[in-house]
């Protein structure tokens, strides 16, 4: 079954509608970023952890 809605696959970055690639295999993710919020309770734990991992 498909969804309606556009994915991308991790793994070799082909768009595709369904929950994996039919190319390779890897699961696909939407291609759109998280929306946007004022009130973004988990912004500070995602700012801290990227960056924790850029130093």
């Known amino acids: ?3 309606s809605l556009l994915r991308v ?3 070799c ?3 595709t ?3 994996a690639c039919p190319g390779c295999g890897a699961p696909s993710s939407s ?3 998280a929306r946007f919020s ?3 309770r ?3 734990y995602r700012r801290a952890l990227r960056d924790a991992g850029s130093g």
């Open 42 to 44: 988990y912004g500070k």
């Open 13 to 15: 970055g082909r768009y």
């Open 31 to 33: 291609p759109h970023p």
């Open 9 to 11: 696959c991790r793994g």
């Open 17 to 19: 509608l369904g929950a």
């Open 38 to 40: 004022p009130e973004d």
């Open 1 to 3: 079954m498909t969804d």
